[in-house]
């Protein structure tokens, strides 16, 4: 009999246990559609070394690419270091 008084306890302190990691899943955080974008640019200055050399372009620049009422929309996220950009999860 004490066995299954011991069982029950473990069953009651697992659902305790699982409560307390299904609680968070139940909340999940605000979303945005769309896609993480990473642009190199050209300036607008026609004597720097990005208008000589496709490969010294400026950035990597991050945008949040998404469509509102049929049009393709981009919110400048920031550059690599910014927090922005590292709450995306950016994968390299």
């Known amino acids: 009999m004490e ?9 009651s302190q697992l659902r305790r246990i699982r409560g ?10 605000a979303m945005r559609v769309g896609s993480v974008v990473r642009q190199y640019m050209f300036c ?13 372009k400026h950035g990597p620049y991050y945008y ?18 910014s927090p922005e950009v590292e709450r995306a999860q950016i994968p390299s």
């Open 3 to 11: 066995k299954v008084s011991r069982w029950r306890q473990r069953i």
């Open 20 to 29: 307390l990691l299904e609680n968070p899943l139940r909340k999940p955080k």
């Open 44 to 56: 607008g200055k026609p004597s720097c070394v990005c208008h000589r050399d496709a490969q010294k």
């Open 64 to 81: 949040l690419s998404s469509k509102e009422e049929g049009k393709s929309r981009y919110k400048y996220l920031g550059r690599a270091t």
